[in-house]
Protein backbone atom coordinates (compact mmCIF):
# COMPACT_ATOMS: atom_id res chain seq x y z
CA UNK A 1 0.00 0.00 0.00
CA UNK A 2 0.91 3.91 -0.21
CA UNK A 3 0.83 4.35 2.90
CA UNK A 4 3.11 1.90 4.45
CA UNK A 5 5.15 2.33 1.17
CA UNK A 6 5.75 6.22 2.19
CA UNK A 7 6.86 5.13 5.32
CA UNK A 8 8.95 3.04 4.32
CA UNK A 9 11.07 5.34 2.31
CA UNK A 10 11.57 7.88 5.25
CA UNK A 11 12.62 5.14 7.51
CA UNK A 12 15.13 3.89 5.05
CA UNK A 13 16.54 7.64 4.35
CA UNK A 14 16.58 8.80 7.92
CA UNK A 15 16.61 12.50 9.45
CA UNK A 16 18.53 13.78 6.56
CA UNK A 17 15.73 13.08 4.07
CA UNK A 18 13.68 13.77 6.81
CA UNK A 19 14.89 17.92 6.59
CA UNK A 20 15.52 17.95 3.01
CA UNK A 21 11.62 16.91 2.58
CA UNK A 22 10.58 19.67 5.26
CA UNK A 23 12.80 22.00 3.52
CA UNK A 24 11.23 21.73 0.27
CA UNK A 25 8.47 21.78 2.03
CA UNK A 26 8.49 25.36 2.94
CA UNK A 27 10.10 26.42 -0.31
CA UNK A 28 6.77 25.00 -2.18
CA UNK A 29 4.80 26.52 0.66
CA UNK A 30 6.31 29.91 0.53
CA UNK A 31 4.77 31.22 -2.41
CA UNK A 32 1.83 29.65 -1.25
CA UNK A 33 1.99 31.42 1.76
CA UNK A 34 2.85 34.69 -0.53
CA UNK A 35 -0.14 33.84 -2.69
CA UNK A 36 -2.78 33.67 0.63
CA UNK A 37 -1.30 36.81 1.98
CA UNK A 38 -1.53 38.85 -0.71
CA UNK A 39 -5.18 37.44 -1.22
CA UNK A 40 -6.17 38.74 2.34
CA UNK A 41 -4.26 42.20 2.00
CA UNK A 42 -5.99 42.01 -1.50
CA UNK A 43 -9.59 41.74 0.29
CA UNK A 44 -8.45 43.64 3.10
CA UNK A 45 -7.95 46.50 0.33
CA UNK A 46 -10.82 45.58 -1.22
CA UNK A 47 -13.15 45.72 1.63
CA UNK A 48 -11.51 49.29 2.83
CA UNK A 49 -11.88 50.55 -1.22
CA UNK A 50 -15.66 49.23 -0.55
CA UNK A 51 -15.90 50.79 3.21
CA UNK A 52 -14.48 54.08 1.10
CA UNK A 53 -16.57 54.03 -1.71
CA UNK A 54 -19.89 53.06 0.61
CA UNK A 55 -18.59 56.39 2.78
CA UNK A 56 -18.34 58.38 0.04
CA UNK A 57 -21.56 57.10 -1.28
CA UNK A 58 -22.99 58.33 1.80
CA UNK A 59 -21.29 61.50 1.89
CA UNK A 60 -22.66 62.44 -1.17
CA UNK A 61 -26.14 61.18 -0.64
CA UNK A 62 -26.13 62.90 2.74
CA UNK A 63 -24.41 66.43 0.70
CA UNK A 64 -27.26 65.81 -1.36
CA UNK A 65 -30.04 65.49 1.24
CA UNK A 66 -28.30 68.47 2.68
CA UNK A 67 -28.58 70.19 -0.57
CA UNK A 68 -32.26 69.17 -1.29
CA UNK A 69 -33.35 69.59 2.39
CA UNK A 70 -31.24 73.53 1.84
CA UNK A 71 -33.39 73.85 -1.51
CA UNK A 72 -36.52 73.12 0.06
CA UNK A 73 -35.86 75.33 3.41
CA UNK A 74 -35.20 78.18 0.71
CA UNK A 75 -38.36 77.69 -0.83
CA UNK A 76 -40.16 77.33 2.07
CA UNK A 77 -38.87 80.70 3.84
CA UNK A 78 -39.31 82.32 0.61
CA UNK A 79 -42.99 80.73 0.70
CA UNK A 80 -43.16 81.65 4.27
CA UNK A 81 -41.98 85.47 3.54
CA UNK A 82 -44.34 85.65 0.70
CA UNK A 83 -47.17 84.10 3.10
CA UNK A 84 -45.85 86.85 5.97
CA UNK A 85 -45.88 89.69 3.30
CA UNK A 86 -49.55 88.70 2.23
CA UNK A 87 -50.66 88.20 5.74
CA UNK A 88 -48.93 91.99 6.58
CA UNK A 89 -50.98 93.31 3.53
CA UNK A 90 -54.16 91.70 4.75
CA UNK A 91 -53.41 93.06 8.22
CA UNK A 92 -53.37 96.30 7.37
CA UNK A 93 -55.66 95.91 5.29
CA UNK A 94 -57.98 94.96 7.60
CA UNK A 95 -56.61 97.83 10.11
CA UNK A 96 -57.63 100.02 7.55
CA UNK A 97 -60.49 98.83 6.54
CA UNK A 98 -61.46 98.72 10.72
CA UNK A 99 -60.12 101.99 11.27
CA UNK A 100 -62.17 103.48 8.80
CA UNK A 101 -65.24 101.39 9.90
CA UNK A 102 -64.48 102.80 13.49
CA UNK A 103 -63.96 106.62 11.96
CA UNK A 104 -67.92 105.78 9.82
CA UNK A 105 -69.33 104.55 13.24
CA UNK A 106 -68.28 108.22 14.86
CA UNK A 107 -69.01 110.02 12.16
CA UNK A 108 -72.60 108.58 12.28
CA UNK A 109 -72.50 108.68 16.31
CA UNK A 110 -71.86 112.40 15.77
CA UNK A 111 -74.33 113.15 12.72
CA UNK A 112 -77.05 110.46 14.83
CA UNK A 113 -76.25 112.95 18.45
CA UNK A 114 -76.14 116.01 15.76
CA UNK A 115 -79.59 115.42 13.72
CA UNK A 116 -80.85 114.04 18.13
CA UNK A 117 -80.00 117.34 19.43
CA UNK A 118 -81.48 119.50 16.51
CA UNK A 119 -84.70 117.64 16.68
CA UNK A 120 -84.53 118.87 20.23
CA UNK A 121 -84.04 122.56 19.57
CA UNK A 122 -86.62 121.95 16.99
CA UNK A 123 -89.07 120.80 19.18
CA UNK A 124 -88.05 122.95 22.15
CA UNK A 125 -88.45 125.64 19.62
CA UNK A 126 -91.89 124.28 18.11
CA UNK A 127 -92.92 124.24 21.96
CA UNK A 128 -91.98 128.08 21.89
CA UNK A 129 -94.19 129.14 18.78
CA UNK A 130 -97.16 127.17 20.10
CA UNK A 131 -96.78 128.82 23.30
CA UNK A 132 -96.08 131.85 21.67
CA UNK A 133 -98.95 131.12 19.35
CA UNK A 134 -101.16 130.55 22.73
CA UNK A 135 -100.11 133.91 23.88
CA UNK A 136 -100.76 135.75 20.74
CA UNK A 137 -104.01 134.31 20.50
CA UNK A 138 -105.06 135.12 23.87
CA UNK A 139 -103.78 138.61 23.24
CA UNK A 140 -105.97 139.08 20.19
CA UNK A 141 -108.85 137.76 22.03
CA UNK A 142 -108.63 140.14 25.03
CA UNK A 143 -107.75 142.91 21.80
CA UNK A 144 -110.67 141.76 20.37
CA UNK A 145 -112.62 141.89 23.78
CA UNK A 146 -111.41 145.64 24.13
CA UNK A 147 -111.99 146.95 21.04
CA UNK A 148 -115.46 145.69 21.11
CA UNK A 149 -115.89 147.15 24.51
CA UNK A 150 -114.36 150.50 23.09
CA UNK A 151 -117.06 150.07 19.62
CA UNK A 152 -119.44 150.09 22.40
CA UNK A 153 -118.42 153.06 24.41
CA UNK A 154 -117.83 154.90 21.08
CA UNK A 155 -121.27 156.80 21.19
CA UNK A 156 -121.46 157.20 24.72
CA UNK A 157 -117.77 158.96 24.27
CA UNK A 158 -119.32 161.32 21.32
CA UNK A 159 -121.99 162.08 23.24
CA UNK A 160 -119.58 163.49 26.96
CA UNK A 161 -117.31 165.28 23.82
CA UNK A 162 -120.11 167.85 23.88
CA UNK A 163 -120.78 167.95 27.36
CA UNK A 164 -116.70 168.05 28.06
CA UNK A 165 -116.42 171.02 25.63
CA UNK A 166 -119.67 172.85 27.42
CA UNK A 167 -117.78 172.29 30.60
CA UNK A 168 -114.60 173.72 29.32
CA UNK A 169 -116.19 176.72 27.96
CA UNK A 170 -117.79 177.31 31.28
CA UNK A 171 -114.73 176.63 32.98
CA UNK A 172 -112.96 178.82 31.41
CA UNK A 173 -115.30 181.72 31.56
CA UNK A 174 -114.72 181.78 35.66
CA UNK A 175 -113.36 185.14 36.40
CA UNK A 176 -111.32 183.51 38.92
CA UNK A 177 -109.49 181.76 36.07
CA UNK A 178 -108.73 184.95 33.92
CA UNK A 179 -105.16 183.53 33.72
CA UNK A 180 -105.99 180.40 32.08
CA UNK A 181 -106.66 181.64 29.09
CA UNK A 182 -103.02 182.77 28.13
CA UNK A 183 -102.56 178.73 27.92
CA UNK A 184 -105.34 178.39 26.24
CA UNK A 185 -107.12 179.62 22.08
CA UNK A 186 -110.49 180.82 22.91
CA UNK A 187 -112.24 179.18 19.50
CA UNK A 188 -110.64 176.27 19.24
CA UNK A 189 -110.68 175.62 23.13
CA UNK A 190 -107.12 173.85 22.80
CA UNK A 191 -104.98 174.47 25.53
CA UNK A 192 -101.15 174.62 26.48
CA UNK A 193 -100.08 172.70 29.39
CA UNK A 194 -97.30 175.16 29.88
CA UNK A 195 -96.65 179.18 28.84
CA UNK A 196 -95.45 180.68 25.63
CA UNK A 197 -92.28 180.47 26.09
CA UNK A 198 -92.15 177.90 28.26
CA UNK A 199 -90.76 173.83 27.23
CA UNK A 200 -92.73 170.80 28.81
CA UNK A 201 -90.96 168.35 29.97
CA UNK A 202 -92.09 165.19 32.55
CA UNK A 203 -95.20 167.15 32.96
CA UNK A 204 -93.61 169.90 34.49
CA UNK A 205 -92.62 173.33 32.34
CA UNK A 206 -89.35 175.15 32.41
CA UNK A 207 -87.97 178.44 31.49
CA UNK A 208 -84.48 179.65 31.03
CA UNK A 209 -84.25 182.92 31.40
CA UNK A 210 -82.68 185.88 29.23
CA UNK A 211 -81.39 187.99 31.89
CA UNK A 212 -78.83 187.33 34.41
CA UNK A 213 -79.64 187.67 38.21
CA UNK A 214 -77.70 186.85 41.52
CA UNK A 215 -79.08 182.88 43.03
CA UNK A 216 -81.25 184.38 45.54
CA UNK A 217 -83.27 187.13 42.92
CA UNK A 218 -83.36 183.90 40.29
CA UNK A 219 -85.37 181.68 42.86
CA UNK A 220 -87.64 184.61 43.89
CA UNK A 221 -88.22 185.51 40.08
CA UNK A 222 -89.08 181.89 40.16
CA UNK A 223 -91.63 182.00 42.78
CA UNK A 224 -93.75 184.89 41.10
CA UNK A 225 -94.07 182.12 38.29
CA UNK A 226 -95.92 180.28 40.75
CA UNK A 227 -92.59 178.02 40.42
CA UNK A 228 -88.99 177.77 41.67
CA UNK A 229 -85.38 176.87 40.06
CA UNK A 230 -85.04 173.73 38.56
CA UNK A 231 -85.03 170.45 40.04
CA UNK A 232 -82.76 167.43 39.07
CA UNK A 233 -84.49 164.38 40.17
CA UNK A 234 -82.98 161.45 37.74
CA UNK A 235 -80.86 161.34 34.50
CA UNK A 236 -83.79 162.69 32.28
CA UNK A 237 -84.10 166.03 33.88
CA UNK A 238 -80.55 165.92 33.52
CA UNK A 239 -79.89 165.34 30.10
CA UNK A 240 -83.17 167.80 28.97
CA UNK A 241 -81.39 171.25 31.26
CA UNK A 242 -78.22 170.32 30.06
CA UNK A 243 -79.18 170.43 26.19
CA UNK A 244 -81.91 173.49 27.13
CA UNK A 245 -78.70 174.99 28.01
CA UNK A 246 -76.62 174.27 24.90
CA UNK A 247 -79.70 175.18 22.59
CA UNK A 248 -79.87 178.01 24.40
CA UNK A 249 -75.67 179.09 23.49
CA UNK A 250 -76.39 177.92 20.38
CA UNK A 251 -79.39 180.12 19.38
CA UNK A 252 -78.13 183.43 21.00
CA UNK A 253 -74.04 183.10 19.88
CA UNK A 254 -73.74 187.03 20.07
CA UNK A 255 -74.96 186.90 24.03
CA UNK A 256 -72.50 186.28 26.53
CA UNK A 257 -73.83 182.84 28.13
CA UNK A 258 -71.35 181.45 31.19
CA UNK A 259 -74.13 178.78 32.39
CA UNK A 260 -77.95 178.83 34.27
CA UNK A 261 -78.37 178.49 37.83
CA UNK A 262 -80.47 175.51 39.25
CA UNK A 263 -81.72 174.78 42.60
CA UNK A 264 -78.82 173.41 43.87
CA UNK A 265 -77.06 175.10 47.31
CA UNK A 266 -74.87 173.88 50.37
CA UNK A 267 -75.41 177.50 52.31
CA UNK A 268 -75.92 175.80 55.47
CA UNK A 269 -73.01 173.30 55.80
CA UNK A 270 -70.39 173.14 52.96
CA UNK A 271 -70.60 170.17 50.72
CA UNK A 272 -73.91 168.96 52.59
CA UNK A 273 -76.16 170.11 48.95
CA UNK A 274 -80.40 170.43 49.38
CA UNK A 275 -82.50 171.23 46.40
CA UNK A 276 -85.46 173.96 46.89
CA UNK A 277 -87.71 170.85 47.46
CA UNK A 278 -86.09 170.09 50.93
CA UNK A 279 -84.94 166.93 49.33
CA UNK A 280 -80.61 166.00 49.86
CA UNK A 281 -79.13 165.27 46.89
CA UNK A 282 -79.28 161.94 45.62
CA UNK A 283 -76.18 159.59 45.64
CA UNK A 284 -76.75 158.04 41.85
CA UNK A 285 -78.20 162.04 40.59
CA UNK A 286 -74.90 163.64 40.94
CA UNK A 287 -73.46 165.25 37.42
CA UNK A 288 -70.54 167.41 39.01
CA UNK A 289 -68.26 168.68 36.37
CA UNK A 290 -64.57 167.24 36.47
CA UNK A 291 -62.53 168.67 39.71
CA UNK A 292 -66.24 170.25 41.10
CA UNK A 293 -67.73 171.18 43.62
CA UNK A 294 -64.22 173.33 44.96
CA UNK A 295 -66.02 175.97 47.05
CA UNK A 296 -63.09 178.44 45.36
CA UNK A 297 -63.62 182.18 46.57
CA UNK A 298 -63.34 184.95 43.94
CA UNK A 299 -60.83 188.07 44.59
CA UNK A 300 -64.27 190.03 44.24
CA UNK A 301 -66.28 188.21 47.21
CA UNK A 302 -65.32 190.77 50.34
CA UNK A 303 -67.45 188.50 52.54
CA UNK A 304 -65.25 185.34 51.46
CA UNK A 305 -68.52 183.15 51.18
CA UNK A 306 -67.15 180.80 48.88
CA UNK A 307 -69.35 178.89 45.86
CA UNK A 308 -72.32 177.49 47.75
CA UNK A 309 -75.00 177.77 44.91
CA UNK A 310 -74.87 175.39 41.80
CA UNK A 311 -75.70 176.09 37.88
CA UNK A 312 -75.43 174.12 34.92
CA UNK A 313 -72.70 174.80 31.54
CA UNK A 314 -73.63 174.20 28.57
CA UNK A 315 -71.51 171.73 27.28
CA UNK A 316 -69.49 171.77 23.73
CA UNK A 317 -71.49 169.16 22.28
CA UNK A 318 -74.39 167.12 23.20
CA UNK A 319 -74.10 163.22 23.24
CA UNK A 320 -70.10 162.59 24.06
CA UNK A 321 -69.15 160.63 26.92
CA UNK A 322 -69.33 162.75 30.20
CA UNK A 323 -71.52 165.20 28.59
CA UNK A 324 -74.13 165.29 31.28
CA UNK A 325 -71.54 166.05 34.18
CA UNK A 326 -71.86 170.24 33.78
CA UNK A 327 -72.57 171.23 37.64
CA UNK A 328 -70.32 173.79 38.95
CA UNK A 329 -70.60 175.85 41.89
CA UNK A 330 -70.44 179.58 41.92
CA UNK A 331 -70.31 182.02 44.84
CA UNK A 332 -74.39 182.57 44.78
CA UNK A 333 -74.04 186.77 44.72
CA UNK A 334 -72.67 186.19 40.96
CA UNK A 335 -74.94 187.09 38.14
CA UNK A 336 -76.02 184.19 35.90
CA UNK A 337 -79.09 182.85 33.96
CA UNK A 338 -81.27 180.71 35.44
CA UNK A 339 -83.96 178.03 34.78
CA UNK A 340 -87.31 178.18 36.48
CA UNK A 341 -89.62 175.08 36.67
CA UNK A 342 -93.73 174.86 37.46
CA UNK A 343 -96.31 172.25 37.13
CA UNK A 344 -97.79 171.85 34.06
CA UNK A 345 -101.29 172.64 33.25
CA UNK A 346 -103.96 169.79 33.75
CA UNK A 347 -107.58 169.94 33.38
CA UNK A 348 -110.09 167.52 34.67
Known sequence: MRSGTYRTSVTEHGPENKSATIVEL?????????????????????????IIISEWNTKQNMRMSIEQVKEEMKSNTEKLLEEK???SEQLNLTNTNFSILVAEYERLLLEHLCNYTQLEKKVVSLHGVLSNALKSKE?????????????????????LTELENKKQRSFLSSTHLDYIWDLCDRTTLQCSRCLPGWTEHASRCF?????????????????????????????????????????????????TFHSAWIGL???????????????RIKW?????????????????DTEQA??????????????????LDSWDDIT????????????ALILT
Not at 308 to 313: A, E, G, W, Y
Not at 332 to 343: A, N, P, S, V, W
Request: charged share 25%; hydrophobic share 40%.
Open 139 to 159: KVEREVNQLTSQLKSTQKNDQ
Open 265 to 279: QDMVKEGVHFWVNGE
Open 207 to 255: LLSNVEKTWEDARVDCLNYKGDLAVVLNAADQAFLTNLTFQFKKANPGM
Open 85 to 87: SRI
Open 332 to 343: CLGKCHYICETD
Open 26 to 50: KRILKPIWHLVLIGILSGILAMVVL
Open 306 to 323: GEDCVSILPPDEVGPKGW
Open 284 to 300: DVIYWRPGEPNNAKADW
